[in-house]
C-alpha cells in the first residue's frame, strides 16, 4: 500500500463518522476539526505504516504533503530530504546558521519558485554569537529585502526554518527572552502585516540552506 492509497481510506472514515454525528445526534459539522482529525489519523498511519519516518509528528500534521517526498536512505530507513514543490505564483526562502567548533558563525539560503528555479542564494560569514539570533538576523535581513525587490507585488512569500524555537516565538510571540524581543516583534510584524507564510520544516528539507550556511563560515 502506498503512501497515496490511505488518503481515500481516512477521509471516507471521517467523513462517515461526521453524517453519523449529524443524522443520530442532531450535531453540526465542525469543519476545521474534521480537517485536522483527517490530518492527525492520515499521518499516524503513515508513521505506523512506514516504520522509520524521520519527520516528527506535528511537522506532518501541519504539512502532509512532507511524507509525499519520503525515500529510503542507503541503510534502508525513511528519511525526507527532497524540496516540496510550491504552487504557481509563490516563492519560498529557506534559510539557515552554521557554526564550527571554534564557535565562528555562518548564515545561508536561497530563494525558489514552484520549478524550484532559484532567483538568489546567498553564504556569508556572521561572526560569534548564539545560533538563534543569527537566525533572527538573516530572517529579518532577508524579508526586508524581500519587500523592497520587485518581487514583492508578483508572488506570495513563504519562509521556511528549521529551528523550532525561532518559528515557535514568532508564532506566538510567547516566552520571548528579552534579548531577541525587537527582532522578533519585527519579523512577526513584517509576516502579519504582508500576509507571509512561516512554516517549521524538519532539517533534512532544509539541507541546501544548511550546506550555504556552513560555507559561509568565516
Request: charged share 20%; with cysteine.
Amino acid at each position: 500500500m502506498s503512501k497515496f492509497s490511505l488518503i481515500p481510506f481516512v477521509v471516507i472514515w471521517f467523513v462517515w463518522l461526521a453524517r453519523n454525528e449529524v443524522v443520530f445526534n442532531k450535531k453540526g459539522i465542525d469543519w476545521l476539526h474534521l480537517d485536522f482529525l483527517v490530518r492527525v489519523r492520515l499521518v499516524t498511519w503513515v508513521k505506523a505504516k512506514f516504520s522509520g519516518c524521520d519527520i516528527p509528528l506535528d511537522c506532518l500534521i501541519s504539512h502532509p504533503s512532507l511524507a509525499l517526498n519520503l525515500c529510503k536512505n542507503p541503510k534502508g530507513a525513511l528519511i525526507s530530504g527532497r524540496w516540496c514543490p510550491l504552487s504557481w505564483g509563490f516563492l519560498k526562502l529557506n534559510v539557515d546558521e552554521a557554526l564550527s567548533s571554534c564557535f565562528e558563525g555562518g548564515i545561508g539560503g536561497l530563494l525558489r519558485d514552484e520549478k524550484d528555479k532559484i532567483f538568489f542564494q546567498f553564504s556569508e560569514p556572521a561572526g560569534n554569537g548564539p545560533p538563534v539570533l543569527m537566525e533572527l538576523l538573516v530572517l529579518r535581513v532577508r524579508i526586508r529585502k524581500f519587500l523592497n525587490s520587485s518581487w514583492v507585488n508578483k508572488f506570495s512569500f513563504i519562509v521556511e526554518s528549521d529551528c523550532k524555537q525561532v518559528v515557535d516565538w514568532i508564532s506566538s510571540q510567547v516566552g520571548v527572552p528579552y534579548l531577541f524581543a525587537s527582532f522578533i516583534s519585527e519579523i512577526a510584524g513584517l509576516i502579519s502585516r504582508f500576509g507571509f507564510v512561516l512554516r517549521l520544516i524538519p532539517r533534512l528539507c532544509n539541507a541546501k540552506a544548511d550546506k550555504l550556511a556552513n560555507m559561509g563560515i568565516g
